[in-house]
Structures are given as structure tokens and as C-alpha cells.
């Protein structure tokens, strides 16, 4: 392996992460900066608001394919389980941190989503269908996913991932928990206020 051509493709991968499509796909059809609209997310899920389904579609494939993309890389020129530990990692850095947008863009699930389906596509099916089972459970979308990240580091253990795509996997899903900090504090909060049946 060339050390080179692994720096390069781990470098295309961030490349890649900071194509963050909801925010190309707004100022396109609205001319308008979606971070100042809605939620302020660089995401799928804020473009399905500007734009409806057709703007979350759009945004969530974009966001999938970059990061099938930056793993595809990694096997077109045969580097080893480090550099693809290391190119997973920087495709939802690129995300999440996207330089060009001064480091604030979005949550990196369909990103995660996109590397995984290239990696491993039994696995992403599986976790698909976990976040399917939990969402009928929790009937909260982002709980069920969140339920999931933070169990997918578990599972890959289980289905025998060797350590670099373990650990590659555990550091997805901590920057995807991180990324979605005030989510995961509203639901707490929601949970620890009464609701309005219930003595205060």
C-alpha cells in the first residue's frame, strides 16, 4: 500500500463529507442559506422541510452516496483495514464539520449510512431493521435512531468486525451522538418534566 495514496483518499473522503448536498440543494432552488432556515441543520431532515419529501429524498441519498462514495475509494485502490478505519472517520467528519461551511454542517447519519452499505451491506440491513423495530417500540424517530447508533458499535463486535472497523464504527457513532447533543438533552427534558395529567 502507498502511504501517499492512503493520505489522499482519507483526504478525498473528508473532500467528499464536506459536499453537504442539503446545503448546495436549498441555495439551488431557494437561493437561501438553509442554516438560517428551519432548524438550521445542514440535513435531510431540514430540507424535507423547506422543500417536502422531494428535498429530503434528494439530500438523504446525496448524503448516502459520499459516504458509499469515500469507502469505495479505499477498495478500488486495495489500502488496508487502518486507512479504511481512517477514511469511515473522516467522510462524517467532513459531514459534521464540513471547512467550507465554517465547520457547521449536519448529523452524519446518512453519511454513517452510505460507508456502512459499502463495508458491510448485511450489517447496515441489520441495523435498518433494528431502527425499523425500535421506531414502531419508541414511536420517536430520532430516538429509535440515536437507540441505534449507540448500539451499532455493540453489533459490530458481534458480527465479528475485525478492530479497525470496530473501532472505526464506535468513532462514527460517537461524532453522530455528539453531533446530535441537543436532541438527545430535549429528550431528556421531556422525559423529566410531568406531562400535563400529572401533579407538578
Not at 4 to 23: D, F, K, N, P, Q
Amino acid at each position: 500500500m502507498s502511504v501517499v495514496t492512503a493520505v489522499l483518499v482519507i483526504l478525498v473522503g473528508y473532500g467528499l463529507g464536506c459536499i453537504t448536498t442539503a446545503y448546495y440543494l436549498i441555495r439551488l432552488r431557494l437561493g437561501d442559506d438553509i442554516r438560517q432556515q428551519g432548524s438550521g441543520n445542514v440535513g435531510a431532515r431540514n430540507a424535507g422541510r423547506l422543500l417536502g419529501p422531494v428535498g429530503f429524498a434528494t439530500a438523504f441519498v446525496g448524503d448516502v452516496i459520499k459516504g458509499a462514495a469515500a469507502v469505495w475509494l479505499v477498495f478500488f485502490f486495495e489500502l488496508n483495514l487502518w486507512a479504511l478505519m481512517l477514511t469511515m472517520v473522516a467522510v462524517v467528519v467532513g459531514h459534521i464539520w464540513p471547512v467550507q461551511l465554517g465547520f457547521r454542517g449536519g448529523k452524519g447519519l446518512a453519511t454513517a449510512l452510505g460507508v456502512l452499505l459499502v463495508l458491510d451491506i448485511r450489517y447496515a440491513l441489520l441495523l435498518l431493521l433494528m431502527s425499523a423495530l425500535v421506531l414502531v417500540l419508541a414511536r420517536h424517530f430520532t430516538l429509535a435512531g440515536l437507540i441505534v447508533v449507540a448500539a451499532a458499535p455493540v453489533l459490530s463486535i458481534l458480527v465479528g468486525h475485525p478492530l479497525p472497523i470496530v473501532l472505526a464504527i464506535t468513532s462514527m457513532a460517537l461524532l453522530i451522538l455528539a453531533a446530535h447533543r441537543t436532541n438527545i438533552c430535549a429528550l431528556f427534558k421531556s422525559w423529566r418534566e410531568p406531562s400535563p395529567s400529572e401533579p407538578s
